[in-house]
C-alpha cells in the first residue's frame, strides 16, 4: 500500500516563527502537493512539485514556500507564522500522468498559530 | 480552467434510504473525475474515478457515480445509507497545470449525516 506520512498530526506555533511541515511517500510517485482545508472552502492547493527541485505554486501560495530536495520527501514551509495560517494541511503524492493516477493523502497536520 | 462545484453542503438521509450528492464541473476538455471520502479525524479516501472508460463508475462500499457530459455532472449515489456513511465527500477534477502533471482541484465539500 501506498503511503504517505506527515510528520506531526498537531502543532502549536506562535505568530512569527518559521514553521516546517514534512511529508514523505514510499511508492516512488514523481507528484507531491500539499494543500490546506477549511471548513466551507473544501481543499486549496498551495504548491506542488512534479520532480525533484521542481515545483509550481497553486492557487493560495502567498506565506509559503517549498523544498524537494528528495524525490520522496515534501516540505512545506511558512517563513513567518501567521494566525491565518491555521489550518489543517494534507500533503498528497500521485503518479507523473496525475491526470488519470489516483492521489494519495497523508493523515494531516493540524496546525494552530497563536 | 477547470473547476467544480458541489450542490449542498448539507445532506441528511435515514439510515436504509438512497444517497445523492450532487457534483457540476466545468472542463474545456475530457476531464478526469474523482469522489473522495474523508471521515473524521482521518485521512482522505478514494471512493471511485473517472477517467474516460465507463460512463457508470462503482466505488467501494456500494457508492457509484455516472458521468453526464450533456450536464457536466458527476453525482454521487447509493441506493441504501449506513451510518458508517457519515462522512465528508469531495468531488474532485483533474486539472492540467503548466507541467502538465494533474492538479486535483477540490469542491467545497459535501457533509452526509445519516439518521438512525
Known amino acids: 500500500d501506498v503511503k504517505v506520512t506527515q510528520s506531526s498530526r498537531y502543532l502549536v506555533k506562535r505568530t512569527g516563527e518559521k514553521v516546517f511541515l514534512e511529508c514523505v511517500q514510499d511508492?516512488?510517485?514523481?507528484?507531491m502537493f500539499w494543500y490546506r482545508q477549511d471548513p466551507g472552502l473544501g481543499l486549496r492547493l498551495i504548491y506542488f512539485s512534479y520532480d525533484v527541485k521542481m515545483k509550481e505554486k497553486g492557487d493560495i501560495p502567498e506565506g509559503y514556500s517549498v523544498s524537494r530536495e528528495k524525490k520522496e520527501r515534501f516540505s512545506l514551509i511558512l517563513e513567518s507564522a501567521s494566525t491565518n495560517q491555521t489550518s489543517m494541511y494534507l500533503c498528497?503524492?500521485?503518479?507523473?500522468?496525475?491526470?488519470?493516477?489516483?492521489?494519495?493523502f497523508g493523515q494531516g497536520t493540524r496546525l494552530t498559530v497563536v | 480552467a477547470q473547476s467544480v462545484t458541489q450542490l449542498d453542503s448539507h445532506v441528511s438521509v435515514s439510515e436504509g434510504t438512497p444517497v445523492l450528492l450532487r457534483c457540476n464541473y466545468s472542463s474545456s476538455y475530457s476531464p478526469s473525475l474523482f469522489w473522495y471520502v474523508q471521515h473524521p479525524n482521518k485521512g482522505l479516501q478514494l471512493l471511485l474515478k473517472y477517467t474516460s472508460a465507463a460512463t457508470l463508475v462503482k466505488g467501494i462500499n456500494g457508492f457509484e457515480a455516472e458521468f453526464k457530459k450533456s450536464e457536466t455532472s458527476f453525482h454521487l449515489t447509493k441506493p441504501s445509507a449506513h451510518m458508517s456513511d457519515a462522512a465528508e465527500y469531495f468531488c474532485?477534477?483533474?486539472?492540467?497545470?503548466?507541467?502538465?502533471?494533474?492538479?486535483?482541484?477540490f469542491g467545497q465539500g459535501t457533509t452526509l449525516q445519516v439518521k438512525p
Open positions: 511508492m516512488d510517485h514523481e507528484n
Open positions: 474532485v477534477v483533474s486539472d492540467r497545470g503548466s507541467s502538465n502533471t494533474g492538479k486535483l482541484i
Open positions: 498528497a503524492s500521485s503518479l507523473v500522468d496525475g491526470s488519470r493516477s489516483v492521489a494519495f
